[in-house]
């Protein structure tokens, strides 16, 4: 199918294309023939031509400067190392420039030689071409911009501008803009597989990085600190960079087949917006460029990782090496053990370390120093017979080497083999002196023997009575110290048991001060009669306590003080009440004295105090009352519990309970005295 275009881009051209399938394509080209004209002069002459200007000098004045410039920072750089190195690292071409003006490396005359061979050897392969090389891609007429081509032909030549009537045309409709489904398609593969590449080379190159490093500890590391972890780590990070690299050339592969398909839609004129054509360009342009960077950065990765294999591996080698060589000097090491132990004569194994060690230093400074150099200088001037001298010279150095290697194993299984033998001689020297020494000991032995037997038995004997001594003398200390240690046992125990006698006396005596009503005492006797139960002191006071104490329990101090309140006004309303009772005036009476009688407080006699002969039947019951009331202020429960037994009548009567209460606590509180004083006084006597 043709497609044929009312426009002319330019007006001496005709372009009729094909469909980007097609081999061919055809170009119609009208060309209008020039019109002749003639061209009518001025009939005055010619004016003169005018005077050439003069010719400027800038460009000599600018080489001359350049060169002095030049050649000040060619001495410069000579005279200053760093300037030197900095070049090398930074400006390659510039150091070679430095080295081929001093003649560092070559003469003039083989430099001048070697660029005229490399430009004869670029020219005959341009012309006649050279074996290896792939032929050039030429695009097909369908992918070359036609218009373009035919402009810049046409334009070398003038042609004269012709005006050509055409009838009038109208203007037709552009066709629809229609962006077929494969160009959608191929944008999200090419979204989708090029997010998926640059990932997966990162991955890739994370796991590289993580690959080196591990490899990096694993050498680096002493081999008792080596355990089955570094392996591991080392085994996951290369599988994992080798499925990410698969995966992520399989994703590369994908997004370059859909950027490159894109590209040839659209140079082949899909119908599509200028501005998706425009932003999908824009797409294909970044994507190949993040393509490229990652790839680059990948590649940089894991030519290290290549490199460290080829690192670790020589580590393999050589720690190989070192295991041959320390079995030839100490047959039956076993170097997987964590602490190495070398039996034998260790000063061979340093001696030969030294040894090697100077040889493969020198080999090493000669092949930093000389060889790659030379090889290096060689590969830039592009000289073959240089290179292959340089090789040449490295092969015979390599096998040298291995040469000499294989002289130093020699000479050391030799001189392992000749100190072999020289240990087997002198140890059957050593055995035929050390049989003849043996035959003398022996007789010597037999001799020492039976004098020693002797002298043995007659000290054995003088011990054997000093010893019979000093057992009895020592059972006797034993017996003495085994009637001390009971002794003091019994104390212990008496000790022990006076303090658990004690602290249950302290229990007791501490349950009737607590601050409720009654106090179940009935727990804390057991507890007394259990630490006091060989003990009749403690059983006698123990049983002077009532039945009736130890199950309803007793009064404590404050319910007592209470009471004693309720008991003080009662007595005092009923001071008048005589045994026999009274008529109900007099209670009357006897309850208004209460309410009207003034108390007052008067002294307390010393006397009385002190627990002299007193005579208490003058006391009436508001004094006794009164004693009362001074001795349960200052905690004297006797006291009070005595004054309270001297009231008659009712007032006795009103007190009774208090004093049953008050008569059980002091019955209780007695006995735990009375215990805790012996328990005390046991204490004393067993400490």
């Given at each position: 199918?043709?497609?044929?275009?009312?426009?002319?881009?330019?007006?001496?051209?005709?372009?009729?294309?094909?469909?980007?399938?097609?081999?061919?394509?055809?170009?119609?080209?009208?060309?209008?023939a020039?019109?002749?004209?003639?061209?009518?002069?001025?009939?005055?002459a010619?004016?003169?031509?005018?005077?050439?200007?003069?010719?400027?000098?800038?460009?000599?004045?600018?080489?001359?400067?350049?060169?002095?410039?030049?050649?000040?920072?060619?001495?410069?750089?000579?005279?200053?190392?760093?300037?030197?190195?900095?070049?090398?690292?930074?400006?390659?071409?510039?150091?070679?420039?430095?080295?081929?003006?001093?003649?560092?490396?070559?003469?003039?005359?083989?430099?001048?030689?070697?660029?005229?061979?490399?430009?004869?050897?670029?020219?005959?392969?341009?012309?006649?071409?050279?074996?290896?090389?792939?032929?050039?891609?030429?695009?097909?007429?369908?992918?070359?911009?036609?218009?373009?081509?035919?402009?810049?032909?046409?334009?070398?030549?003038?042609?004269?501008?012709?005006?050509?009537?055409?009838?009038?045309?109208?203007?037709?409709?552009?066709?629809?803009?229609?962006?077929?489904?494969?160009?959608?398609?191929?944008e999200?593969?090419?979204?989708?597989?090029?997010?998926?590449?640059i990932?997966?080379?990162?991955?890739?190159?994370?796991?590289?990085?993580?690959?080196?490093?591990?490899?990096?500890?694993?050498?680096?590391a002493?081999?008792?600190?080596?355990?089955?972890?570094?392996?591991?780590?080392?085994?996951?990070?290369?599988?994992?960079?080798?499925?990410?690299?698969?995966?992520?050339h399989?994703?590369?592969?994908?997004?370059?087949?859909?950027?490159?398909?894109?590209?040839?839609m659209?140079?082949?004129?899909?119908?599509?917006?200028?501005?998706?054509?425009?932003?999908?360009?824009?797409?294909?342009?970044?994507?190949?460029?993040?393509?490229?960077e990652?790839?680059?950065?990948?590649?940089?990765?894991?030519e290290?990782a290549?490199?460290?294999?080829?690192?670790?591996?020589?580590?393999?080698?050589?720690?190989?090496?070192?295991?041959?060589?320390?079995?030839?000097?100490?047959?039956?090491?076993?170097?997987?053990v964590?602490?190495?132990?070398?039996?034998?004569?260790?000063?061979?194994?340093?001696?030969?370390?030294?040894?090697?060690?100077?040889?493969?230093?020198?080999?090493?400074?000669?092949?930093?120093?000389?060889r790659?150099?030379?090889?290096?200088?060689?590969?830039?001037?592009?000289?073959?017979?240089?290179?292959?001298?340089?090789?040449?010279?490295?092969?015979?150095?390599?096998?040298?080497?291995?040469?000499?290697?294989?002289?130093?194993?020699?000479?050391?299984?030799?001189?392992?083999?000749?100190?072999?033998?020289?240990?087997?001689?002198?140890k059957?020297?050593?055995?035929?002196?050390?049989?003849?020494?043996?035959?003398?000991?022996?007789?010597k032995?037999?001799?020492?023997?039976?004098?020693?037997?002797?002298?043995?038995?007659?000290?054995?004997?003088?011990?054997?009575?000093?010893?019979?001594?000093?057992?009895?003398?020592?059972?006797?200390?034993?017996?003495?110290?085994?009637?001390?240690?009971?002794?003091?046992?019994?104390?212990?125990?008496?000790?022990?048991?006076?303090?658990?006698?004690?602290?249950?006396?302290?229990?007791?005596?501490?349950?009737?001060?607590?601050s409720?009503?009654?106090?179940?005492?009935?727990?804390?006797?057991k507890?007394?009669?259990?630490?006091?139960?060989?003990?009749?002191?403690?059983?006698?006071?123990?049983?002077?306590?009532?039945?009736?104490?130890?199950?309803?329990?007793?009064?404590?101090?404050?319910?007592?003080?209470?009471?004693?309140?309720?008991?003080?006004?009662?007595?005092?309303?009923?001071?008048?009440i005589?045994?026999?009772?009274?008529?109900?005036?007099?209670?009357?009476?006897?309850?208004?004295?209460?309410?009207?009688l003034?108390?007052?407080?008067?002294?307390?006699?010393?006397?009385?105090?002190?627990?002299?002969?007193?005579?208490?039947?003058?006391?009436?019951?508001?004094?006794?009352?009164?004693?009362?009331?001074?001795?349960m202020?200052?905690?004297?429960?006797?006291?009070?519990?005595?004054?309270?037994?001297?009231?008659?009548?009712?007032?006795?009567?009103?007190?009774?309970d208090?004093?049953?209460?008050?008569?059980?606590?002091?019955?209780?509180?007695?006995?735990?005295?009375?215990?805790?004083?012996?328990?005390?006084?046991?204490?004393?006597?067993?400490?």
């Open positions: 199918m043709y497609k044929f275009t009312t426009h002319l881009a330019n007006p001496n051209l005709i372009l009729v294309r094909k469909q980007i399938g097609d081999a061919t394509c055809t170009a119609l080209v009208v060309m209008r020039p019109r002749r004209t003639y061209a009518q002069f001025d009939k005055d010619c004016p003169p031509p005018p005077k050439a200007p003069p010719k400027a000098r800038k460009i000599l004045w600018t080489t001359i400067g350049a060169t002095i410039l030049t050649g000040a920072a060619v001495v410069y750089a000579k005279s200053s190392p760093d300037a030197r190195n900095w070049l090398e690292s930074n400006a390659p071409w510039a150091n070679d420039f430095i080295a081929l003006v001093y003649q560092e490396n070559t003469t003039y005359w083989k430099a001048t030689v070697n660029q005229i061979s490399r430009a004869t050897t670029a020219i005959s392969n341009f012309m006649f071409g050279k074996e290896g090389v792939s032929p050039l891609d030429f695009q097909q007429r369908s992918e070359q911009d036609l218009e373009k081509d035919a402009a810049e032909h046409f334009a070398k030549k003038d042609y004269e501008l012709t005006v050509i009537q055409t009838e009038e045309c109208p203007p037709q409709q552009p066709p629809p803009i229609v962006i077929t489904k494969d160009m959608v398609e191929l999200h593969d090419m979204h989708e597989n090029t997010k998926l590449a990932d997966s080379y990162k991955q890739a190159k994370k796991y590289c990085m993580d690959y080196n490093k591990a490899l990096y500890a694993i050498v680096e002493p081999i008792e600190d080596l355990d089955k972890k570094n392996f591991s780590s080392l085994r996951g990070a290369q599988n994992e960079r080798d499925n990410l690299m698969k995966k992520a399989e994703s590369a592969s994908k997004a370059r087949c859909a950027i490159e398909t894109l590209d040839r659209i140079k082949a004129g899909v119908q599509a917006p200028p501005e998706s054509i425009a932003a999908t360009q824009r797409y294909i342009k970044k994507f190949r460029a993040d393509l490229q990652a790839e680059t950065a990948y590649k940089e990765e894991h290290k290549v490199l460290s294999d080829r690192y670790w591996n020589k580590v393999e080698a050589a720690r190989a090496e070192f295991k041959e060589e320390l079995q030839m000097l100490f047959p039956g090491v076993d170097l997987s964590r602490k190495l132990e070398l039996h034998g004569d260790t000063d061979l194994l340093l001696m030969y370390t030294l040894k090697k060690v100077q040889y493969l230093q020198n080999a090493i400074a000669e092949l930093q120093t000389v790659e150099l030379k090889i290096n200088r060689a590969i830039e001037c592009h000289d073959d017979k240089a290179i292959i001298d340089a090789k040449v010279e490295e092969t015979i150095k390599r096998e040298s080497l291995h040469k000499e290697l294989e002289f130093q194993k020699k000479s050391l299984a030799i001189q392992a083999e000749a100190n072999r033998r020289m240990k087997e001689q002198l059957k020297q050593f055995e035929i002196q050390q049989e003849v020494l043996q035959d003398k000991l022996k007789a032995d037999k001799e020492v023997l039976s004098k020693f037997n002797k002298a043995v038995s007659e000290e054995v004997e003088k011990e054997r009575v000093v010893f019979k001594k000093d057992m009895a003398a020592m059972a006797g200390k034993l017996m003495a110290i085994e009637q001390t240690l009971k002794k003091r046992a019994k104390a212990e125990e008496e000790a022990r048991r006076s303090q658990s006698l004690w602290a249950a006396a302290e229990a007791l005596l501490s349950a009737t001060r607590r409720t009503t009654e106090a179940k005492i009935d727990n804390e006797i507890a007394l009669e259990k630490a006091g139960k060989d003990d009749r002191l403690v059983q006698t006071v123990l049983s002077g306590i009532p039945q009736e104490a130890r199950q309803k329990g007793v009064a404590t101090e404050k319910c007592l003080l209470d009471k004693f309140e309720k008991l003080e006004r009662t007595a005092m309303k009923v001071a008048l005589g045994r026999e009772g009274a008529p109900l005036p007099v209670y009357f009476l006897s309850w208004l004295q209460s309410k009207l003034f108390q007052k407080f008067a002294e307390i006699p010393e006397d009385e105090l002190n627990n002299k002969p007193t005579d208490f039947t003058k006391l009436d019951t508001f004094d006794i009352i009164q004693r009362a009331r001074y001795h202020d200052h905690g004297d429960l006797q006291s009070a519990l005595r004054y309270v037994n001297l009231l008659q009548g009712a007032p006795r009567a009103a007190a009774g208090w004093a049953d209460a008050a008569r059980h606590h002091l019955e209780v509180r007695q006995a735990a005295q009375a215990v805790m004083a012996h328990a005390s006084v046991s204490g004393l006597l067993y400490s």
